[in-house]
Every structure is written in structure tokens, then in C-alpha cells.
């Protein structure tokens, strides 16, 4: 065994694997992880209790598929043109806090299946985010609110709306004295005309608004520095260097998707002349973050810090920028010292003034006004590519106003509109006991969740697709939300209770909408409709400039303070959990089970902690959070561990099941029991308290999982808080974590470079590994094109081959005469290109191929097993500059990578299938017969690329209890259940091998419709860009490109002839279809952590000798101890 090959690997997915501990090495032998198909020890029941929501046999439909009544209008098809078992596509958006998402609904048969992005909204350009995709199945959540109920008697919807009469005619006498309103804020206008319309008819009345997770900080500050509503707008598309302060703009927070496409612009390069041109993103930040996985240069500091780090910033660019008054004054004055490096905040103060006017700040929703304050007054002196608008108003009064009128005991009628505050007020406001102090308490919701269960009298509400409304997005462009189908339950749009408690004179909701866009200046609301958006109508550009005295007074009453934190006095982090939100998701398994971007966690929240915390909290404990890693050599670990003396890891990963121990969380006085999770790249003494979970009236989905952290939040830390303690117990937890199935096992997976490093080497991605000794091989194709190697070349490894088909038949009439016969085509070769330079994990690929794909939710039981069934999965790899096996690295470069099928035309899936289920077709896919399989899982086996996915039981047909009855058992499928499904793709069943097709129901649609459009024509190649796969439709920044790989014009034939191009593997020849660009990263080289090339390249240096061809000349390529070949080049 070589020295190199014994060294742990740069990149890791986890700290077994950085460790490569005995357990991770026997884990990567199998590509199904022990147990993963043992039947024993199911928990049925809790099994399919969480399955449910993804229950459904494709193309079934029901008698409630009702259309509206009112005529909505599709995105681009009209109505009289429907055609049975072709979908239809109408245009609506997603209703946000602040942000509208526009969106393209797929419909089949009045069913809606399926949601896009609207590319007709521009700064979107047809992306979304993760949760729009999952809300969809939300509409058909078993567990959703399908009746009013009041006293524990069902009402009709006659009943509420006579309820909702009286309550009117109550508080006429006293001009709603007593009335109160709590709400979750919304930007439809028409909700705004309404609140008008009912501060008018009871003057006396209080409208409050309320939500857990505020992210309008921003817009006060502005409002506070500008003297009026002002929200700003950065233009990330035209910024040369960025600056973020814990703002997490690439991977949540509302409008991040356009944010994220707009910076993705940035990045952007299409050959090394271009590297230039790059980008550069600097991150300061509390927790790891999408945002600070992109960063070229990152910053650990706890979020109470990041006002001091503001405040040195600005001093170094207005001393540059030659900026004088009170606010350098008073930032000199109450500025603290900061341990950091003062080089960092320098050059990169100098970088910023040195692209003065496409140099952008931006900062965390989070953090106090004062930051916003500094930010704004930043942005202002570099001439910062920000767009200023007029911002809404927001509403006087939040939930404390609210609880305090309700202890005051004058509060006769309570109206909670949306959102679920029993369940995420303050734990301090105590709400559900204020709220019971109420005369009347009533609740608008659309589940059956904490709230809806304390008060009185609840009024189910419609889902958004099947409501009218309107609203605007973030820049304020108005956009429309019309129902795709009847309410499929006795349910109510908020317009029409709000209208019926006004008095308004019309109390139908498309009526309301409608006059709303008039009172707008709409002309064409039937274009209005089907476009998805009314052009022109965001808000105004005005003119701003900093009150430097304002700005001033906002920093004074903040303070730069910096917080004195240690071990034993922790900052907390709350933050909304990837999976839940801020506990709206907790009960749609699609994002239960999507995988976070960063932890790879599933089905979880536990607390984050850094690795020096970690550290720290073992030695003053005495209790072992992670083992103690040893040199994992031939002389020592495993000799050790066959002895038996090797320390056993409380918390190391058993066979996929993370061991997770159990503290006890303190702040404030108040307690809580979670497992603890050490995520590297964290602030050395701040936590994250991922929200949302934890939830005791979800669903049969989100009850009792995870954690309650609203239960130790409270009103004076609301996000950040200081002074927690963590005790740990000798108890674990198993968390079902992703990260350690299917491992890549260290070899040249992700490639990276510098862009001055690809400036002057153009190819270093084919030159990284064992593919610049063993390069694909094609035989005497080898010199050929791309194009004539996807046309001629031999494809597939199975015993079957599809014919040729090289003539076309004698019968069509097209091809029937010689001049017909030059004109017949090629058949088009698909292929995919995923640019890592642009993937920033938000995992709306992950979510929308398995909506589109009707992919089943397995529950947390399963995953635990290494059953989970995603198609498309989010690799997540660390790496660190200094590596040493005895420490957990605290600073590390992230890389994420999208990996599915490879669709190989050299599959080594195909020659190992007994019965020919998988098999090659003639336009170059990897393809499966579903009804031949009989499930050996020898192809799982022969894939290097881990891809494949087998159903172990019957994930989509079987109820509680039945899994294991034979064919034929009873079944039993709740009719909602069905109706999400895609009719154009098949519901596997139990013994089935399933995976990536490329969309191949999308690829068949086009081609039918070429040829319907190409009539007498020869005319039938589908034109570049008429087909987009589920995963390439939804991605933001437009990282993945998919096309015909035959034409040398196409979109994905250009990508695949630039230089970054490379295949995963591609030593083994199996001549992937999918390949990858190599990442980039921009480093500052006058930074004190400036880089020559990114961390994870000594990897390849270790593994593969020095590095490939373009470190040095070929003859010293092959390394020192020939590991290339010895190790991998065979394996």
C-alpha cells in the first residue's frame, strides 16, 4: 500500500469518511448498505402512516376533478383545444409573505400535476424554488382541511357564511371595538382593498400581522434611512464583487430565486477567455450556507459579530472613498475590537472601492437595522447596482400588540387569519392562553394544525389551486393566482371571508380580483390571466439618498457590541428548516424527505454545532460526540481494530444510521432534549436551530418528528440569541443521513479550478485523474466527432440491440421518392451537461423529478434502510486546506454536484441483466422495461455510478399492514391520493429496479408534436430547446442543458465541446451521456486566504501522483507509486 493511497481524501462527505474509519470502508463496498434489504424490524404502521401522502395509480381520475366555474385562461393553449390526454397549462403564482413565485401549472383532465416556473417573468427566467415545487402535493394531502368546524359540530358552508353574518352585524354596534385581526402578512392588493374596506366599516378594529420568521428588517431600515418606503432591489447581474453578511441569497429567503439566476450571470463562462470576466463573492457568515459554499473567499464570525466586521468595513471604504460626518464618527466611536485577521477586511475593502459601481453589500434579513443601516450607507458610496422602489406599507401592530389587547380581556371576537401562531409565537407571549381569553376565536386555515384545534369556530381554507387572488412579486409586479380546479372540499378563499365580514358588495372572489386589476389600471384582464403577469406594473424607481444623521441614529441604537462567547455561553441561530420552512411543510413528504443541501439530513432538526465546539464540549464533558481519529494506515487503525482496541464512535454512521448524541439545550431559562450534529464551516461558537419541526398536529406525516426549537424561542430573540448552554447525555438518536449512501469513494469526481488557473489552462479538467491515461475508448470511431460517434458508434452492453433503423419505410409518402430519401434524418441522440460553476444546491431539481416522475416517499424507516427513491440526487463534498486525520476541519470549500443516470452508451448495467430489462434504445438512452424486471438488482450492482433505485416493498399500492400480502391482496388507494400522479409516467410496484430516463414521456410528447406540426413535411427533428427534462425546467440559474448531442448546433453540443467539459468515471469507458463542467472558483490573490488552486486539487495530487498532465510535463504524470493504474485504472 502506497502512502498516497492511504492518506484520506480531500474531498469527504462526512467525518467518517474523512476519518476512513473501518465502518465507512465496509459501507462504500456495497452499493445497498447491510439491512437495506432485510425485511425485519418494519414498523409498518408508521410506515405507511407517513407514505400516504404519496399513495396513487397514474391517469385515475375522480368525479370531484371539477373545473372552476368562472373560465380561467391557459398559459398558451385556449380552452376549446383541450385535447383528452393532453395536459393544459395555465398560468398562477405561489402566494408569499413579500414575494409572489409566478408560476406554469400542468393540468390532466382538470387535475393539477405538475408546477413550472413562469418564464414570461423574467427574473425568474422559469426557475423555482424547492417549495413551490413541493406544494402541489399539498392540494392532495390526505391530512388537509376539508371542513369549518365550530364547537366540534361540522358546518356547512351556508352555516359559516351566516356565522360570518352575524359576527358582521355584532360589531357594527360598536364600530369593532372589540374586533381583532391577526394575520400572515400577503401582497395581493385585492386583500389590501378588503383590510381598507373593513377599517372603514369598524374604525375601532385592530389589523395585525404576524410571521414567525421576518424578513422585512431590510425594509425598515430603508424606510428609517431614506425617510420614507423605500425597499431596495440589488441587481446581483451586473456586480463584480459581492459582499454578504450572513445573508443567505443563493439558497433561501424570499425572491432568492431570482437573486440566485441574476448571480448566477456572474459566473457564467464560456471559455477561458471569459475567466476574466468572473465574478468574485466574499461571505462572512455565521452558519454554512448555499451562499458561503459559492464564496471565493469565506469568513467564520457568530452573527453577533457581523455588526463589528460591518462597521470595519465601512470605516476602510469610507476612508477610501473619502466619506466624512457623524456616522464615521459615531462608527469609530462605538466600534469594539474584533479578533480577525485585519488583512481580510482590507483587501477585500480595497476590492470592493477598486470595482467601485459593480461592487454590491448585501446583508441577512436577520440582523439588526443597524447592519442594514451600514450596508445601505456602503452601497451608496460604492455606487452599488441597486434599484430602489417604493415599498408597501407594512401593517402597525405584530403578535405582541395582538396578545396584549387579548390579556387585556377587550378583545370579543379574535380572527387569525393563515399562518399557525399557537404553534410558532414566542414561547413568552404565551398565545394559545392569551388567545382563549377571547369572546370568539375563529381561524382561517388550511390544515388541521395547533392553532385550528385551540380556538373556537374554524373555517377551512382553499388550497392556492383552487382559489382566486392576486399579488405581487418582489419587485412588485402583479401577477395572478386563479384556480385550477373546483375546490375539491367545503373550503374558503380568505378574499370572501374578509368580503363577508366587510360587508362588501361583492363577496365572490374572481369578482373581487377583477376589480382590483381595474382599480390598477388593467385593461386586458383575460391577457392578464394567461400571461401570468401584468406588464409594467412593478413598483416605482425612486430617487434615495442616505440620511447619513439617520443612519447614524439606527447604528447608536443597535450598538457594534461584540459578544463575549464561549462553550459555555453559545449564540443561537434560528433559521427555517430546508425541510419544513418555518413549520408549514412539516406534513408534505416530498421536502421531509429531500435531503438538506449542507447536512444531507432527512426527516430531522437536529442542533448544529462547529467542530471546535464540538471539541470543546467533549473535554469539558467527558462524553465522545465523534471518535477520536487515528491514521487509518496498515500499521495502526485496522490493525487495531481486528485486536478490538479501535475507539468505538458514539456518533459514527452504523450502516447509514447516524448516531447522533442527545443534549440538553438551555437558553433562557427554558430546556430542550435534541440530538447534536456537527456540520464543519460553522462559527465556533454558534448553533443553528433549524425551525418547523417538532410539530403534535401536522399529519400523518409531520407528527412527532424532529424538534420543537419554537418552544425555547422568545420575543427577544427572535432570530439570534445569547447565553445558551449545552449539556450533554450519554443517550443517541438515530438521524437518517444521506450523505454516507453511495459513496464516490474519493476518487476524481468534482474537478475544480481557479479562472486564472483555467485563463492559462484551458483543459486542466481533462487533464485531472486516470482519464489522461485511459481516455474513452471508441474504437475507429476514436478520431470521429462528437456527432458521428453519437450516430455510428456501437452502443449498449445488453444482449438485445435495437435494429438500426438507418431507411426509413418505403410506405410514407414523404420518403417515397429519391429527393425524399436524402432528406430523411438522422435519429437525434440525446444528451445532458450540468455546469457545477452554476449548481449552488438548492435541490429544485430533486423535488421536481419527483413530481414529475411519481417518485414515492419511502418515510424515515427507509431511508435509515438506504431506500430512499430519488432519481436525481445532490452530492454534497467538503474539502480543507490543511488536512489532519486527529482534527475535524473547521474551514472547508463546499462543491455540490447533481448526479443521476449517466445513460452510458457503454452501460455496464445492460450486460449484467439477466432478462434484458435494460437495454439501449436507437436514440441513445438507458432505458427500462419496467414489466421484465424481476428484480436481481445485479444492475444496482454493476453501476458505477449509484443511481438505481429498487423497490423493496410496493411504496405507491399497499395500505397499512399489507406490505407483504402477495399479488393478489387487497388493495386499498384513498381516491385523493391519485390525483397527483403523472398520467404520461408509470407507478412502479415492489421488485421493480427504477431510475433517471431523461424525461423520455417529455422527449416522446415533442417528437409527436414535430411531427404533427411537420404534416406532409420531412420536417421531424425536434427543434434545440423544445424539450426540457424535469430537472433542467426548474433550475434557476440554468445549470443543466439538455438536447440532441448529434447536431453540433445545439445548445448542449456547444457545452459539451467547451473546455471544462469532462466525464464522471470516464476511465471505465462507459461513455456517459451526461457530463459535467468543471467548477470555478475566483480567489483574490492579495487576500490573507488567498488560494493558487482550490483545496480539493491536492486530492488529485495525492491520489493520482501531482495532478495530472497540466501541473508538470507528461513523463512525471503517472505519480510516484503508479497508483493511477495500481489502484483505480483496473478497479
Not at 39 to 54: C, I, L, P, T, Y
Not at 983 to 1011: D, H, S
Amino acid at each position: 500500500m502506497s502512502t498516497t493511497e492511504s492518506s484520506g481524501p480531500r474531498y469527504w462527505k462526512s467525518l467518517d469518511d474523512l476519518a476512513e474509519t473501518p465502518a465507512f470502508k465496509d459501507w462504500v463496498k456495497d452499493e445497498f448498505p447491510e439491512g437495506a434489504d432485510g425485511m425485519e424490524g418494519v414498523n409498518r404502521r408508521q410506515f405507511m402512516k407517513v407514505m400516504a401522502a404519496s399513495f396513487g395509480l397514474a391517469g385515475l381520475g375522480m368525479a370531484g376533478c371539477r373545473r372552476p366555474e368562472q373560465t380561467i385562461l391557459p398559459y398558451s393553449k385556449q380552452p376549446e383545444n383541450v385535447i383528452p390526454g393532453i395536459p393544459v397549462y395555465y398560468s398562477s403564482s405561489v402566494p408569499g409573505l413579500r414575494d409572489n413565485v409566478p408560476v406554469i401549472v400542468e393540468t390532466h383532465t382538470g387535475r393539477p400535476t405538475k408546477i413550472e416556473g413562469n418564464p414570461s417573468y423574467k427574473p425568474n427566467g422559469g426557475g423555482t424554488t424547492v417549495h413551490t415545487q413541493a406544494s402541489v402535493l399539498d392540494l392532495y394531502d390526505p391530512d388537509r382541511a376539508t371542513k369549518s368546524v365550530e364547537g366540534g359540530a361540522t358546518l356547512s358552508q351556508a352555516s359559516v357564511r351566516d356565522r360570518l353574518e352575524a359576527i358582521r352585524k355584532q360589531h357594527g354596534d360598536d364600530q369593532g371595538a372589540g374586533l381583532v385581526f391577526l394575520a400572515e402578512p400577503s401582497t395581493s392588493p385585492s386583500r389590501a382593498a378588503l383590510v381598507a374596506e373593513l377599517t372603514k366599516a369598524f374604525p375601532k378594529a385592530t389589523w395585525n400581522e404576524y410571521t414567525p420568521v421576518d424578513e422585512s428588517t431590510s425594509d425598515q431600515a430603508a424606510r428609517a434611512v431614506f425617510g420614507k418606503p423605500v425597499r431596495a432591489l440589488p441587481k446581483f447581474e451586473a456586480a463584480k464583487r459581492v459582499l454578504s453578511l450572513d445573508a443567505d441569497f443563493l439558497g433561501a429567503g424570499e425572491g432568492h430565486t431570482a437573486k440566485t439566476r441574476a448571480f448566477a450571470k456572474g459566473r457564467k463562462v464560456k471559455d477561458s477567455k471569459d475567466a476574466a470576466k468572473m465574478s468574485r463573492l466574499y461571505s462572512v457568515e455565521s452558519t454554512l450556507t448555499s451562499t458561503g459554499a459559492a464564496a471565493d473567499h469565506r469568513l467564520r464570525l457568530s452573527a453577533g459579530q457581523i455588526s463589528a466586521f460591518a462597521g470595519m468595513l465601512a470605516l476602510a471604504v469610507f476612508k477610501a472613498k473619502n466619506v466624512e460626518g457623524a456616522l464615521v464618527a459615531d462608527l469609530e466611536k462605538l466600534l469594539q475590537p474584533l479578533e480577525i485577521d485585519a488583512n481580510w477586511v482590507r483587501e477585500c475593502a480595497a476590492d470592493l472601492v477598486e470595482n467601485a459601481g459593480h461592487a454590491l453589500v448585501v446583508a441577512g434579513e436577520h440582523l439588526p437595522k443597524a447592519v442594514h443601516a451600514i450596508v445601505l450607507t456602503l452601497n451608496e458610496a460604492l455606487q452599488a447596482p441597486v434599484e430602489y422602489v417604493e415599498a408597501p406599507a407594512p401593517a402597525a401592530g405584530g403578535i405582541d400588540a395582538t396578545v396584549t389587547r387579548l390579556n387585556a380581556g377587550d378583545v370579543k371576537t379574535l380572527v387569525v387569519l393563515g399562518g399557525n401562531p399557537v404553534y410558532n409565537a414566542p414561547v413568552d407571549l404565551k398565545f394559545a392562553e392569551a388567545q382563549s381569553k377571547a369572546a370568539t376565536s375563529i381561524y382561517l386555515g388550511s390544515s388541521v394544525n395547533e392553532t385550528a384545534k385551540a380556538v373556537g369556530f374554524f373555517i377551512a381554507q382553499s388550497h392556492y389551486l383552487e382559489s382566486w387572488s392576486d399579488g405581487r412579486t418582489l419587485d412588485g409586479t402583479l401577477v395572478p393566482v386563479q384556480p385550477m380546479i373546483e375546490p375539491l372540499f367545503p373550503t374558503f378563499n380568505e378574499l370572501e371571508v374578509l368580503a363577508r365580514l366587510a360587508g362588501a358588495s361583492s363577496k365572490d372572489p374572481y369578482e373581487i380580483v377583477k376589480a382590483s386589476f381595474a382599480a390598477l389600471g388593467g385593461k386586458d384582464f383575460s391577457k392578464f390571466l394567461s400571461d401570468g403577469l401584468l406588464a409594467g406594473s412593478a413598483f416605482k424607481t425612486v430617487a434615495a439618498t442616505v440620511n447619513g444623521a439617520k443612519a447614524a441614529e439606527l447604528i447608536t441604537a443597535d450598538g457594534l457590541a461584540v459578544p463575549a462567547l464561549s462553550a459555555t455561553s453559545l449564540e443561537v441561530r434560528y433559521k427555517p428548516s430546508s425541510h419544513a420552512g418555518d413549520g408549514r411543510f412539516a406534513n408534505n413528504g416530498w421536502m421531509m424527505e429531500c435531503p438538506d443541501p449542507m447536512t444531507k439530513l432527512t426527516w430531522d432538526n437536529p442542533i448544529l454545532i462547529s467542530p471546535r465546539l464540538a471539541k470543546e464540549l467533549e473535554q469539558a464533558q467527558g462524553i465522545r460526540i465523534f471518535q477520536k481519529h487515528k491514521p487509518m494506515n496498515q500499521d495502526s487503525a485496522f490493525f487495531e481494530a481486528a485486536k478490538g482496541t479501535q475507539q468505538v464512535n458514539k456518533a459514527e454512521f452504523n450502516r447509514g444510521k447516524e448516531q447522533g448524541v442527545m443534549a440538553e439545550l438551555t437558553i433562557n431559562g427554558r430546556t430542550i432534549k435534541a440530538p447534536i450534529h456537527v456540520v464543519p464551516g460553522m462559527a465556533n461558537y454558534s448553533i443553528e436551530l433549524p425551525l418547523g419541526l417538532g410539530r403534535t398536529v401536522a399529519g400523518r406525516v409531520g407528527n412527532n418528528v424532529g424538534f420543537d426549537f419554537y418552544s425555547v424561542r422568545d420575543s427577544a430573540g427572535l432570530a439570534t440569541a445569547q447565553g445558551a448552554t449545552i449539556k450533554l447525555t450519554t443517550e443517541t438518536y438515530n438521524l437518517a443521513n444521506t450523505q454516507e449512501h453511495w459513496s464516490m469513494e474519493g476518487r476524481a469526481i468534482v474537478r475544480e479550478g481557479t479562472a486564472a488557473y483555467y485563463k492559462k489552462t484551458p483543459d486542466f479538467a481533462t487533464k485531472m485523474g486516470v482519464e489522461s491515461h485511459a481516455p474513452a475508448n471508441y474504437g475507429k470511431h476514436d478520431s470521429k466527432s462528437l456527432q458521428d460517434k453519437a450516430q455510428h458508434n456501437y452502443r449498449g452492453n445488453s444482449a438485445y440491440e435495437h435494429p438500426t433503423f438507418s431507411k426509413p419505410d418505403p410506405n410514407v409518402k414523404v420518403w417515397n421518392t429519391e429527393e425524399g430519401l436524402k432528406q430523411f434524418p438522422k435519429t437525434q441522440q440525446w444528451g445532458m451537461t450540468i455546469d457545477l460553476n452554476s449548481c449552488f444546491g438548492c435541490s429544485a431539481c430533486v423535488v421536481a423529478c419527483q413530481s414529475e416522475n411519481n417518485i414515492p416517499i419511502v418515510g424515515k424507516d427507509q431511508v435509515l434502510r438506504g431506500r430512499e427513491m430519488h432519481w436525481m440526487r445532490l452530492d454534497r463534498y467538503f474539502s480543507t486546506k490543511e488536512y489532519n486525520q486527529g482534527e475535524i476541519p473547521e474551514d472547508v470549500q463546499v462543491s455540490f454536484m447533481g448526479m443521476l443516470c449517466q445513460h452510458c452508451e457503454n452501460a455496464p448495467c445492460e450486460s449484467v441483466c439477466p432478462v434484458n430489462a435494460t437495454v439501449h434504445d436507437k436514440q441513445g438512452l438507458n432505458t427500462m422495461a419496467y414489466n421484465r424486471c424481476v428484480g436481481t438488482r445485479y444492475c444496482a450492482n454493476n453501476c458505477a455510478y449509484k443511481v438505481r433505485r429498487f423497490n423493496f416493498l410496493d411504496w405507491n399500492k399497499r395500505k397499512i399492514g399489507e406490505f407483504y400480502k402477495g399479488p393478489f391482496g387487497a388493495v386499498d388507494e384513498p381516491e385523493l391520493h391519485k390525483m397527483q400522479k403523472n398520467p404520461n409516467v408509470t407507478v412502479r410496484m415492489r421488485g421493480v429496479m427504477e431510475k433517471c430516463t431523461f424525461c423520455t414521456q417529455r422527449i416522446e410528447a415533442a417528437k409527436i408534436e414535430q411531427k404533427r406540426l411537420a404534416g406532409a413535411s420531412a420536417d421531424i427533428h425536434v427543434k434545440d430547446g423544445a424539450i426540457k427534462t424535469a430537472c433542467q425546467q426548474v433550475c434557476p440559474t440554468d445549470a443543466i442543458t439538455f438536447g440532441d448531442i448529434a447536431d453540433p448546433n445545439t445548445e448542449v453540443s456547444k457545452a459539451k465541446a467547451n473546455d471544462r467539459n469532462y466525464s464522471v468515471l470516464g476511465y471505465l469507458n462507459t461513455r456517459p451521456r451526461t457530463t459535467y463542467l468543471a467548477r470555478l472558483r475566483n480567489p483574490n490573490p492579495k487576500m490573507p486566504d488567498a488560494y493558487d488552486k482550490p483545496y480539493a486539487y491536492k486530492e488529485y495530487k495525492e491520489r493520482y501522483g501531482s495532478g495530472g498532465h497540466s501541473d508538470h510535463g507528461a513523463h512525471d504524470d503517472h505519480g510516484h507509486s503508479h497508483d493511477a493504474h495500481g489502484a483505480d485504472a483496473h478497479h
